[in-house]
């Protein structure tokens, strides 16, 4: 048993005063350190400096790993553009990125206060490096593909991939399926692995909604991918629509990634349906997309969480920096309120669409946190501060283990 003594505490609901957090795997109480240290009077005491803030570790439900070799080969500012830069340099890209590379990538996040991420892993090539990783690791195997004739060779090797991520046994792995796109993977296949994923009880996830072109494309096959799927992929037809495509997730609550061109209907089904949406606003400005409006999600009452997507169309893996980012593009906000709502975005409420126990200072919870040297006493704007400054993360504990800083 451990027991911390920062000055100040971040729920994150809340901003506690001179509190302290007992914990080993999970957190097994908060109160004063007089009361935690009768109640454990084994525990270690870490008294942490002045000015210190605990708050839950940061969780980033999507990121590509295996994409992460990218630094400047991909075209950015147009959706189609990119993703001909994509299909260009895929072999070189993944080639690019080895076990080494990743593990940067995944140490970077935890450098940045991030406890736990959701890998899209399009070829289990990020395997390894996940499962060496020190976050916890919602491992989503993605399944693409819209041409009919591919589907059994498709499909056989996604579900080897996911088996090779169901043997996985360390604490804090939990293999998981991605349906990459509604124009992307033939409805057979979508079927096939949503029973898979519904049997299991599996965490789903599917990119929805990012651009025009695919919005053109859903509702009409026309637009920009009209002459990328005839080129490419020698088809004239979307293989989905949009409604179609949510239906096939009624009665699971999935996370639907971007949906920056989602309509009302479409909206008001995944408010019914309480999926969550997925705000990646670097990779949405980068890729020529639009911004989520969040706004109507709120009004429609739907959870939305925020992720940095993979360095295919970001240039760090950081949540703060997206936080900040958010934060800008959405200037017609009121400020703090947005500032509050991205901190449980990134917590909390990233928690909870996960299915994971974290993203709270609770007791019960998973001991998933991160010490903060602030620069002085917070107060009532701290969520917009914490987001402007960077800053220092000295410590950050996963499962309750020291995993960055000194004791
Ligand atoms: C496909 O495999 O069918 C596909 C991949 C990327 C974009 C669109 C379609
Ligand atoms: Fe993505």
């Given amino acids: ?11 994150p609901d809340i901003l506690l005063k001179d509190k302290a957090v007992a914990f080993e795997k999970t957190i097994q109480g908060i109160g004063s350190l007089e009361e935690l240290k009768q109640k454990f009077p084994e525990a270690d005491v870490i008294q942490l400096q002045k000015n210190s803030l605990l708050m839950p570790g940061l969780i980033n439900a999507h990121v590509h790993v295996e994409f992460s070799a990218n630094k400047n080969q991909l075209s950015y500012g147009d959706f189609l553009n990119w993703l001909y830069s994509v299909i260009e340099n895929r072999e070189d890209l993944i080639a690019g990125c080895d076990l080494t590379c990743m593990s940067k990538a995944i140490d970077t996040m935890l450098e940045s206060g991030i406890t736990t991420f959701g890998a899209i892993s399009s070829h289990a090539m990020d395997l390894e490096a996940c499962v060496n990783a020190k976050q916890n690791v919602v491992f989503f195997n993605e399944l693409i593909g819209s041409q009919a004739g591919m589907a059994d060779a498709l499909f056989n090797d996604f579900l080897a991939r996911l088996d090779a991520s169901k043997a996985v046994t360390r604490e804090g792995f939990y293999p998981a399926v991605a349906i990459h796109s509604p124009y992307s993977v033939h409805p057979v296949l979508v079927k096939k692995a949503l029973d898979v994923a ?35 992929l020698k088809q004239e037809k979307s293989v989905s629509d949009a409604d179609e495509f949510l239906s096939y997730f009624d009665g699971y ?42 706004k109507k999600l709120r009004e429609k009452n739907i959870r939305w969480i925020v992720a940095t997507d993979g360095l295919s169309s970001n240039y760090k893996l950081d949540l703060f920096e997206e936080m900040k980012i958010s934060l800008f593009m959405h200037s017609n906000e009121p400020l703090l309120d947005l500032a509050t709502e991205l901190i449980k975005a990134t917590t909390i409420n990233a928690a909870q669409a996960l299915g994971i126990n974290t993203g709270e200072i609770k007791e019960g919870k998973n001991a998933d946190m991160l010490v903060l040297d602030l620069d002085g006493e917070p107060n009532k704007e701290l969520a917009i501060h914490l987001i402007l400054h960077r800053y220092n993360i000295s410590k950050v504990f996963i499962n309750g283990k020291l995993e960055k800083g000194n004791k």
Wanted: glycine share 2%; proline share 3%.
């Fill in 1 to 11: 048993m451990t027991i911390l003594v920062p000055n100040y505490i971040l729920t």
């Fill in 253 to 294: 609550e999935t996370l639907f990634t971007h949906a920056v061109k989602t309509n009302d209907k479409e909206l008001d089904h995944i408010a019914q349906q309480k999926h969550t949406i997925i705000h990646c606003p670097i990779s949405n400005r980068l890729l020529g997309n639009p911004t989520l409006d969040i």
């Fill in 198 to 232: 519904k049997n299991e009880k599996l965490k789903l996830t599917a990119h929805f909604m990012e651009s025009e072109a695919e919005r053109n494309w859903l509702d009409s096959s026309s637009g920009d991918f009209q002459k990328f799927f005839k080129t490419l």
